[in-house]
């Protein structure tokens, strides 16, 4: 069983369309994230979510908007795609928010903006 | 935030201990050393954690100094298959959730 996952693992769109990025985890974990990954390898966090309540939400456009309808789930959808936007997203979910708590990474999605 | 260096790049040869050091020079009193490696296409996978000393696990060691302002993490033996960017991450627990910070990372470059 994979722990963490996402779909779609490839996503090609236009700039302007609105798109989402599903995630879950089956590990039972208190606290999800996603991260942005860019064409140079940085990996930045966007979002944190604890048991369904936002808990960290950074410098990000809000055109991103994450959705937890329950704390194994947390989707991100993105509006009016930009060039901008291309990276690959990773979920990631740890037992619950403290710092020595180990991070499991999903396979990541491929956004690519044409 | 403690802010972290690594080198850039290293190559490496099969059969060789590795060692990978990362500066973090404004670690914080309840901050954990954390290591990821991530090969390419998929999400970073967790290796290694500490706070003082060493560390020892099946895949990987990490010496920490007393004052912990650097951390070392020594992968004995490399393999091909360790050819991969490895993370040094610092963080500790917050008010207001686990804010791990991704650094540049090293990518590592193993030979036969």
């Known amino acids: 069983d994979t722990a963490v996952s996402q779909t779609p693992k490839y996503l090609v769109t236009q700039m302007g369309n609105d798109k989402s990025i599903k995630c879950e985890q089956n590990l039972g974990h208190d606290t999800m994230y996603w991260y942005k990954q860019d064409s140079k390898k940085f990996l930045k966090i966007m979002f944190s979510y604890n048991n369904k309540e936002l808990i960290i939400n950074e410098t990000v456009p809000n055109r991103f908007s994450p959705k937890s309808p329950d704390k194994a789930h947390l989707n991100l959808h993105i509006n009016s795609l930009e060039l901008g936007d291309s990276a690959v997203y990773f979920c990631?979910?740890?037992?619950?928010?403290?710092?020595?708590?180990?991070?499991?990474f999903g396979p990541g999605t491929r956004l690519t903006v044409l | 935030l403690a802010k972290t260096t690594q080198p850039i790049s290293m190559d490496s040869y099969e059969g060789q201990e590795v060692n990978i050091t990362c500066s973090h020079n404004?670690?914080?009193?309840?901050?954990?050393i954390t290591w990821y490696q991530q090969f390419p296409s998929q999400g970073p996978r967790f290796i290694i954690q500490?706070?003082?000393t060493k560390v020892t696990n099946e895949v990987a060691s990490l010496f920490i100094p007393a004052d912990r302002k650097s951390s070392t993490l020594s992968l004995p033996r490399v393999s091909l298959s360790d050819t991969a960017v490895y993370y040094c991450?610092?963080?500790?627990?917050?008010?207001?959730?686990?804010?791990?910070?991704f650094g540049a990372g090293t990518i590592l470059r193993v030979k036969s």
């Open positions: 990631a979910s740890s037992e619950d928010g403290q710092g020595k708590n180990t991070q499991y």
């Open positions: 404004n670690i914080a009193t309840n901050d954990y």
């Open positions: 991450l610092v963080g500790g627990y917050m008010e207001y959730g686990n804010k791990l910070v």
């Open positions: 500490g706070y003082k």
